[in-house]
């Protein structure tokens, strides 16, 4: 763990990656559980919660018969699934960013985003519980795992986005650390400073040589 100046969370720029370390990372490891859980949901709302009525033989959702819980269901696990893939590559290139301001904008926008859909979870969870509930009895020949398996994980995906808005949160009041500053601005200016003289030696040299 780096136990230097950081900005927002994070250490300068140039650290080693090791992925194990990447995938322990508490920020990580929540949106890998969100990644899961989205998936679970998409997969068993949007295509294991339909079957075939037996009396119209077509096919229906499974939630109150309606086709609006399977695809909401869909849609919220799959942007589950591509905002927590999104968010776990920028935790890739999180400690690769010099610049303060561009890591303050990425830990408001993964904050709104988790609030969002740590909500959007719950109320998915709360509305198919609520058409489970108002649904007719299906014979013992139909499997009803899946639809109760995505009511399940979108709880579950409730408390992981929640965590990570929690982890977010806390990233933001950390803040800068002006050590962070103060060392950022010594390796650039010095690294420029260093360019600048070699320059300045080459043109005295050059001169001499005249």
Not at 60 to 82: A, P, R, Y
Not at 158 to 169: E, P, Q, R
């Amino acid at each position: 763990m780096d136990t230097g100046p950081q900005a927002y969370g994070a250490g300068k720029v140039g650290g080693e990656f090791n992925i194990q370390n990447f995938v322990r990372k508490p920020h990580v490891f929540v949106r890998l559980l969100s990644l899961l859980f989205g998936l679970i949901v998409y997969f068993c709302a949007s295509s294991g919660s339909w079957t075939t009525d037996v009396k119209t033989n077509e096919e229906v959702c499974m939630f109150k018969l309606k086709s609006f819980g399977c695809h909401i269901g869909g849609v919220v696990g799959f942007t589950s699934v591509i905002g927590a893939a999104v968010f776990v590559g920028g935790e890739y290139y999180f400690e690769n960013v010099p610049s303060v301001k561009s890591r303050k904008h990425y830990v408001l926008i993964d904050l709104g985003f988790s609030c969002l859909w740590s909500f959007w979870n719950f109320l998915l969870f709360i509305y198919l519980a609520d058409a489970w509930g108002n649904t007719p009895d299906f014979p013992d020949s139909i499997s009803t795992a899946n639809p109760t398996t995505a009511i399940y994980f979108a709880l579950f995906a409730t408390f992981s986005w929640g965590t990570s808005a929690y982890f977010s949160y806390q990233r933001y009041n950390m803040g800068v650390d002006p050590a962070f500053i103060s060392s950022f601005e010594a390796d650039q200016f010095g690294a420029y400073d260093e360019t600048q003289n070699n320059s300045n030696n080459e043109c005295e040299y050059q001169t001499q040589a005249y």
